[in-house]
């Protein structure tokens, strides 16, 4: 499925980089060899990750950095509680996260420059400045999805990367950044729709054109619809655009046939008790189905958790440009923080947490000062998000924001560094380089690994 | 799962060169990773040890197939969880003197054989969730000094057999999961209550042009919709911009719908000929939507 730099020993170093840098093997000398080995060693490596992607921008203030100490009218009225790591205070409406704070490493300190969410999510989800372009335009840079699938081994059958249960629009547009970009289709993540859950509020309007797995199809339908393809396709021929959508109806195929991925498909095969404790809603379910085919052996899925249309803010989404109190108290929060702690329980008794990262990225922070509408705006210029699991030291604060939560005080770093961070902890070296589809070579990253290990 | 075997043989031919290994032994190495390999396990070569998987894809082996992973010894990390191992494959372990890994959730295996755990010198992490291991293997795991990470969840393990280890060894993390019996009460299956719904004003209309020209974009908001006329009605939604009829249901006498929209929505009830009867404007709340009965 995937055609790795190399595997050979130190499990990220491409076959350029070990070329130029010993005239192939046998300029390779033993000590460098075996200092190579020992990094390898040294390096934790999660084997899966889930990302979960928060569309819209979650308030840092009301989330992972509350802000006691600002000003009365930029404090809002939420209050910080401690959590189980001393000194480390979340929002009160995030209780549950709070209890698994020894879990977490919270990033403080993240800034970029775009304060548009198509633009931000692509800076957030794939580390660079967003270009001018269509959604799927293969000049994109990957998103961090695409480009963690791109170093996974998955047993045939198997997708190498899974988004859902929506694609993010703002207003009916597709945003740039959330696909495979210039590693060309093969890595486009597949889109899946969970099985069950009640959709949030604000379902999106603008239904995924993309290929949806169905995957409660029977086998002997499956098989006959194989067997009247294969009747067409003589018929038809082979042309290049067909086979490249042939290799998509083919992994549907095999998934749909193959039993790893289906069984973790089939949410009624799961306890109803758990089922119980991530939510009846999509937002739960997605992530106990991430769990569910990371088990399977995805390697990585990505969860977008908030509706797939902002709609100008109007749905269950963290775009809170309105009512951002009420909005958070009732409908954002208690979802997510039931869902996301469900998910690290859920990998901490099964034993899998320390083997797979959650990432939690969004677009922005938002505005220290409260709008006439009650709500927040963009904010961009100090965010926070977290990772947890996958070797990452929990109970961890890297970084901090100023006392109104308006700027990076400690450690400022950027989006490039988060992933340098989650390519780092998925044992890919963030300086590797990849040739793009013509061949030219492209580093990965580059982005400063954070000291989160 | 072919793709890391020129690593491995290139790794073998470094141990000729550099170490002058002997060939019978790599002979003997790379017979056992094709073997791995056609069980469906895949061999991974990290450092200067091995990383041997059979959970996705190798979930036939059985008890004797595990000799040829015994055959790499340098195995560091080892998961043969969801197999169908049992205890009496677990001393095919013990001259995996590297490992640190281990992973046996799901699996058939219970106490016996479990000295032979106990008995690996490096073994930091231990998976043992959902196997049919009880407070005897707690026991003889109290032996292992290295072991940092235990799981036992789903498994005969009681809680005082957790306290007699953790008392034994304190610096052991032992991950016991939910009760998930206890978990209803946190948790308990939501019933949904019936929400205070505030209602939404009924406008007779007679045509087309009488309703809103279009819907306003808004908050997102539920409406229960109820049919209290003695005919079915059909429901538009009137489209942002151009103000298109979008048909979402036809309600039989006495029918109820729930409907996600948004505030400043307009919703347009006809009767079963597309005749328009009358329209609703969304509030900015959870409403009910009563297509009164002496509607013509």
Known sequence: MTTRESTILPSRISRRNLLCGSVGLSGLTLPTLLSLRADAASLPRAKSCIVIYLWGGIAHQESWDPKPEALSE?????????T???????????????????????VRSLHHHTGAHGPALYTSITGQKAPMGKAKDRKNWP???????????????????????????????????????????????IMMRTPAGKPYGGTSRYTNRELELKLNLRRNRVEGRQSLRAKLERRVGTQADFQRFNRFREMAADMLLSSPVKEAYDLENEDPRIRVMYGD?????????????????????QVNAGAGDLAGGSGDNWDTHRDHFPKMKKRLLPVFDRSISALLTDLEQRGSLEETLV?????????????????????????????????????????????????????????RDFHATVLTAMGINPRTEVPDREGRPFQICGGRVLPLF | MGRNLPATLLWLACLHVVGGAPSAWADEVTEAISAIRKLGGSVRSVGKEWEVDFHLRGRRLTDK???????????????????????????????LEKLRWLHLEMTGIGDKGMEHVAGLPRLEYLNLYATKVTDKSLEKLASCKTLKRLFVWRTGVTDAGVARLRKRRAGIRIVKGLDLSKLASVFPTEVEKPKSRVPLKWVSVSSRDEAPLRSENGINCEILFENKSKRPVKLFWISYGKG???????????????????????????????????????????SRAVIPGSAP
């Not at chain 1, 991430?290 to 995805?298: C, F, H, I, S």
């Not at chain 1, 990076?408 to 989006?415: F, Q, R, T, W």
């Not at chain 2, 040829?68 to 169908?84: C, F």
């Not at chain 2, 409907?259 to 000929?273: F, G, H, M, R």
């Open chain 1, 281 to 301: 809603h999509i937002g739960g379910q997605s992530m106990l189905l991430a769990r569910r085919l990371t088990e399977a052996g995805v390697p990585v899925v």
């Open chain 1, 74 to 82: 930029l404090r809002g009225e939420f209050q910080p509680i401690s």
């Open chain 1, 84 to 106: 189980a790591t001393p000194g480390v205070r979340f929002c009160e409406h995030i209780p549950m996260m709070a209890r698994h704070s020894e879990k977490i490493a919270v």
């Open chain 1, 143 to 189: 998103s961090l999805t695409a480009m963690v699938s791109r170093f996974c081994d998955v047993p045939d059958g198997t997708p190498p990367a899974v988004a859902m249960p929506y694609l993010n629009y703002d207003n009916g547009a597709l945003i740039q950044g959330q696909f495979g970009g210039w590693l060309g289709v093969d890595y486009d993540p």
């Open chain 2, 244 to 286: 298109e009829l979008k048909f979402y249901a036809r309600l039989a006498p006495g029918a109820i719908r729930k409907q996600n929209s948004y505030s400043k929505n307009a919703w347009l009830v006809t009767d079963d000929d597309d005749q328009p009867l009358g329209y609703f404007v969304v509030k900015p709340d959870d």
């Open chain 2, 65 to 95: 197939d595990l000799a040829h992973v015994a055959i790499l010894k340098d195995v560091a990390w080892l998961n043969v969880s969801r197999t169908r191992i049992t205890s009496g494959g677990l001393v095919h372990l013990k001259r």
């Open chain 1, 359 to 415: 990432a939690v990225l969004t677009d922005f922070g938002r505005t220290p000062k409260i709008n006439k509408n009650g709500g927040r705006d963009h904010y961009p210029a100090v965010f926070s998000q977290i990772l947890a699991g996958g070797g990452v030291r929990g109970g961890h604060v890297y970084g901090s924001s100023d006392r109104d939560g308006a700027r990076p005080l400690a450690n400022a770093c950027s989006p």
